[in-house]
């Protein structure tokens, strides 16, 4: 059953008016009394169609809904669509950065470690003593931030070793070892909580014997420097989500100025 | 003589003070006014000046209550005083505007007319 166009017309006005309870019922109480006083009008006037000229007088529901839109709202949700994909790139960007400088950071903490192991394994290799690759001082991996170097046999029995850890010589699992290979193993190893040092494994081969020279050093600084990279980028995470979210207001509220919700109204036509 | 689309716009919240002056009514009213008050030239799509109406009272530039009219349930509307006052500056700024335009488009009519002589 089709509608008369009175109720057509606030049927679709209902769907598309951006109000709600007292102040929706309102305004289509004030239109439906004006939709009937105009329908009222075209028929003293003995229009054949007194509720279709009642409602093309009225205009399109969807202009008039659109009246109602509150400027705030618009800005609100415009301002937000705007800002949203801007969060997301610079969350994505600011997370790359921290992730890549984490990275170098780590890498770097790498590098002494890498060098002495590759020399020692040399030199074992050629025949050297274990002891030759071994400096004197003792380091204690619990206080110390210098580097120690343990050299381990190839039945897994420490050979020589400059580490300390509560009294003993602490080993990483004997995987890590194994996993050195002919290659370099780069390990983050903790041998007990709080103490974490970044390892490197390299194997030797020699005609004397074979086995894998360790050596670490503490990861303090490096988790510090850390640490305050974390910090410089959730500061600027947090910046640039407040710069984008004021950017954002700024094109929202040029946007509404210009091409708003209230675009078009009101529309008047030449008489 | 007619409006095209969108000239009046801008204009339609000083139109509906302007009309509201003579005393309060209901938007039906308003309209009629309206259309009335420009000798016919404005016919707008009428539904368009209750976003208008609601947002002059929203602004305190009208008060509204309910009444039965003709054995009809009607918004009433009426101009307050802060009503009264934003229709002085947007006749102000109107006097400006149109003033302006007026010399703008005289001086441009008159330089026409002199090079048509000349």
Known sequence: MSQDPITAWLTAFDRLVPLRGRARRRVRAELTAHLMDAADAAAQKNAADPAGEAVRRM??????????????????VVALLLWLPAAVAVTVGVGAAYAIGQHVLRSDANDPQTQIAEDAAVQLAQGAPPRAVVSGSTVD?????ATSVTVVDRNGDVAASNALLNGHVPLPPSGALRAAGDATNTVTWQPQPGVRQAAVIVSYHGESGAGTVLVSRSLRLVEEREDALLRLSALGWLASLFAAAVLALIAAAYWTSTRGPRRGLPVWAPA | MSTEPGQIQGHLEGLILAVMVSGPCHGYEVIRRLTASSGGVFDLPEGTVYPALHRLE????????????DARKRRVYSITDAGRVRLGERRERWRLFSGAI???????????EAGGQA
């Open chain 1, 141 to 145: 991996l619990a206080r110390s931030l």
């Open chain 2, 58 to 69: 929203k602004a305190g530039a009208l008060a509204s209550a309910w009444q039965t009219v």
């Open chain 1, 59 to 76: 205009g399109d529901p969807a202009v008039v809904a659109r009246g109602f839109e509150s400027r705030r709202r618009t800005l609100a």
């Open chain 2, 102 to 112: 007026s010399q703008v488009l005289g001086a441009g009519a008159g330089t026409a």
